[in-house]
């Protein structure tokens, strides 16, 4: 399992842009980059997905640089319900979930 | 759609009490797993299906047991409850073939072992 490491915490003030890196330097060559959220009391929810480059969807952008050992999901102007636990995967979608590892993630806590 | 649901809600089991989380998907998909979360942890597998008749291990197997008679349903089976599987449970499931790392999760199940 391609495992990741993510900064423990963070903490962001309303309407700030936050980035929260990941570090993945045994990608291999079919995974994918995953970023999950979750709330507390609640299951992660998808966000968004890569494979090189930027990836743009309608709640983040996701950069990944040409080595791809690391990626950045970043939140434009954050509001105080984007405080979660942000979790960085990677993992191969052909060969199904038993290849992605949750880890600690990263708990981001937006501040008024 | 109904997505990824699972019962109970919550649990309290004295050790060594057998029990069984249900967890029940309605968009056709063909994997589904079971993980545990631990307070202020991240997610491990227990066990995953690729489909129907289907099942495998995944990170923490040990205590429990699964079954995929259906499409649908994806039973965890705790043998004998621990102190140990004290742990917040959450099944999820994802369509096979699409180039994609989604997975949906449900609400989870808290059981408390004592």
């Known amino acids: 399992l391609a495992k990741t490491t993510q900064p423990i915490s963070m903490d962001s003030y309303e309407g700030q842009e936050v980035n929260i890196t990941c570090s993945h330097n045994?990608?291999?060559?079919?995974?994918?980059i995953t970023w999950y959220q979750q709330f507390p009391s609640q299951g992660p929810r998808f966000i968004i997905q890569?494979?090189?480059t930027k990836v743009t969807n309608e709640v983040a952008s996701l950069f990944i640089p040409a080595d791809r050992k690391s990626s950045t999901l970043s939140l434009p102007r954050v509001s105080l319900s984007d405080t979660a636990v942000y979790y960085c995967?990677?993992?191969?979608?052909?060969?199904?979930?038993?290849?992605?590892?949750f880890g600690t993630g990263t708990r981001l806590t937006v501040i008024p | 759609n109904a997505g990824v649901t699972q019962t109970p809600k919550f649990q309290v089991l004295k050790t060594g009490q057998s029990m069984t989380l249900q967890c029940a998907q309605d968009?056709?998909?063909?994997?589904m797993s079971w993980y545990r979360q631990d307070p202020g942890m991240g997610l491990r597998l227990i066990h995953y299906?690729?489909?129907?008749?289907?099942?495998d291990q995944g990170e923490v197997p040990n205590g429990y047991n699964v079954s995929r008679s259906t499409t649908e349903d994806f039973p965890l089976r705790l043998l004998s409850a621990a102190p140990s599987q004290t742990s917040v449970y959450f099944c999820?499931?994802?369509?096979?073939?699409?180039?994609?790392?989604?997975?949906?999760f449900g609400p989870g199940t808290r059981l408390t072992v004592t």
């Open positions: 995967l990677v993992g191969d979608p052909q060969t199904g979930a038993n290849n992605l590892f």
């Open positions: 045994n990608i291999a060559t079919n995974d994918y």
């Open positions: 890569g494979y090189k």
């Open positions: 299906s690729v489909g129907a008749g289907i099942t």
């Open positions: 968009m056709n998909h063909e994997y």
């Open positions: 999820a499931s994802s369509p096979p073939g699409a180039l994609s790392n989604e997975q949906y």
